[in-house]
């Protein structure tokens, strides 16, 4: 069965600090998809970022930074000079592919509470 | 620039009182979905519709029932709540069903039963 793991479940760091946001995922696919998704203290989620498992380059978005890494089952997620901002609970989720019955359903890891203080 | 609409965002019910939250999405998705929020757990599926007329139980529906009233509509309704179903709920839809389809969010509903 597909797992996402989230070991970190808070973060504190100060503004300017990088943090780094891990996920290790568990899957029997070879084709699946990666997503990370933001939830600020209003609530709502957001989509941020979706990775392919064909896909192993680094994505770099602004200050957001993603690295895949597939011979670990990691897909990392990097803030570079944290803002009050980005203080939210963030969220990585898996998607499998056709072997496991195919479909669109997410896994979500139980997210991390990032927390970023003046 | 709507997204996923959900209704109400907030409600209280007592225990046994029946109600339906409401969603609905201008992207012309195919697919909806509804998921629950509980503390330490992550977002969990309950239902999900993957084309207009076709709905199928996702990996908690015990206690709920879901209708995809048109291709932008997808409710979801508790006939008796229960405690266990105190929980923020999120809508959400995707373009198609095929896996990897990025999957947008409502606001979520926070629901209290006591």
């Known amino acids: 069965a597909q797992k996402v793991t989230q070991a970190q479940t808070e973060i504190s760091v100060v503004e300017k600090e990088d943090v780094t946001l891990d996920c290790v995922y568990e899957t029997r696919d070879t084709t699946y998809y990666l997503f990370w998704y933001k939830q600020p203290p209003s609530g709502e989620l957001v989509f941020l970022i979706r990775r392919n498992s064909f896909d192993e380059q680094n994505e770099i978005s602004g200050r957001y930074s993603w690295n895949f890494q597939k011979s670990t089952s990691s897909f990392n997620f990097t803030i570079t000079a944290s803002q009050v901002v980005d203080s939210a609970v963030y969220f990585c989720?898996?998607?499998?592919?056709?072997?496991?019955?195919?479909?669109?359903?997410?896994?979500f890891g139980t997210g991390t509470q990032l927390k970023v203080e003046l | 620039n709507a997204g996923v609409t959900q209704t109400p965002k907030f409600q209280v019910l007592k225990t046994g009182q029946s109600m339906t939250l409401q969603c609905a999405q201008d992207?012309?998705?195919?697919?909806m979905y509804w998921y629950r929020q509980d503390p330490g757990m992550g977002l969990r599926l309950i239902y999900y519709?993957?084309?207009?007329?076709?709905?199928d139980k996702g990996e908690v529906p015990n206690g709920y029932n879901v209708s995809r009233l048109n291709k932008r509509e997808f409710s979801l309704r508790l006939e008796s709540a229960a405690p266990s179903q105190t929980s923020v709920y999120f809508c959400?839809?995707?373009?198609?069903?095929?896996?990897?389809?990025?999957?947008?969010f409502g606001e979520g509903s926070w629901l209290t039963v006591v």
């Open positions: 519709s993957a084309s207009e007329g076709t709905t």
């Open positions: 959400a839809s995707s373009e198609k069903w095929a896996s990897g389809n990025t999957i947008y």
């Open positions: 989720a898996l998607s499998e592919g056709a072997l496991t019955g195919g479909g669109n359903k997410l896994t």
């Open positions: 992207m012309n998705h195919n697919s």
